[in-house]
Antibody, heavy 120, light 112 residues
Framework: QITLKESGPTLVKPTQTLTLTCTFS??????????VGWIRQPPGKALEWLAL???????RYRPSLKNRLTINRDTSKSEVLLTMTNMDPVDTATYYC????????????WGPGTLVSVSS | DIVMTQSPLSLPVTPGEPASISCRSS???????????LDWYLQKPGQSPQLLIH???IRASGVPDRFSGSGSGTDFTLKISRMEAEDVGVYYC?????????FGQGTKVEIK
């Protein structure tokens, strides 16, 4: 059974750096074709893709946020970390991590999400 | 960025009746490898999104066969053959052909 779960602070101040952890089980990020991504959703709004990391450590970022985002993995811990610098109130959103496997294009498994609020 | 445009944005449906959602992309989602990088997701109230359809027309594992996807190039459709109460939520199309992956605005489907 594949599961993912996001963790991190629920409240950050403007200009601070956010670090979120996606802890997963049931698959290996070392397996050919696997990817883990981050998607966010501001309250009442649509989904927005942020970044992904592939099994071979290749990384892709949303260009408009690329200078603020870093995605990394800790294979030994089955974790993927997302760091976002210079947080702003407009970054208030539920942040999801999701899994794509080699046989299914698309985000097949999702975590429950974590709501991050940005406020002073 | 590839812009994804859904219609309608709100769709009341009578149980047992069919429903259809349109998704249009600002450029073709057909890759040179023959693959169509278009997915459909359903976000039920208070839940994470779930993958319904990938590659424009392939149902994800466990998805009821009342859901079907069609289309190619820039025009895609998600159909529910017979609406059930558990199908309420917001439906999103998403393209994965180019970075950044982009979603449509969402279509809220509710029971009439």
């Amino acid at each position: 059974q594949i599961t993912l779960k996001e963790s991190g602070p629920t409240l950050v101040k403007p200009t601070q750096t956010l670090t979120l952890t996606c802890t997963f089980s049931g698959f290996s990020l070392s397996t050919n074709g696997v990817a883990v991504g981050w998607i966010r959703q501001p309250p009442g709004k649509a989904l927005e893709w942020l970044a992904l990391i592939y099994w071979d450590d290749e990384k892709r970022y949303r260009p408009s946020l690329k200078n603020r985002l870093t995605i990394n993995r800790d294979t030994s811990k089955s974790e993927v970390l997302l760091t976002m610098t210079n947080m702003d109130p407009v970054d208030t959103a539920t942040y999801y991590c999701a899994h794509e496997d080699a046989n299914t294009s698309g985000w097949l498994h999702w975590g429950p999400g974590t709501l991050v609020s940005v406020s002073s | 960025d590839i812009v994804m445009t859904q219609s309608p944005l709100s769709l009341p449906v009578t149980p047992g009746e069919p429903a259809s959602i349109s998704c249009r992309s600002s450029q073709s989602l057909l890759h040179s490898n023959g693959y169509i990088y278009l997915d459909w997701y359903l976000q039920k109230p208070g839940q994470s999104p779930q993958l319904l359809i990938h590659s424009a027309s392939i149902r994800a594992s466990g998805v009821p066969d009342r859901f079907s996807g069609s289309g190619s190039g820039t025009d895609f459709t998600l159909k529910i053959s017979r609406m059930e109460a558990e199908d309420v939520g917001v439906y999103y199309c998403m393209q994965a052909l180019q970075i950044p992956q982009t979603f449509g605005q969402g279509t809220k489907v509710e029971i009439k």
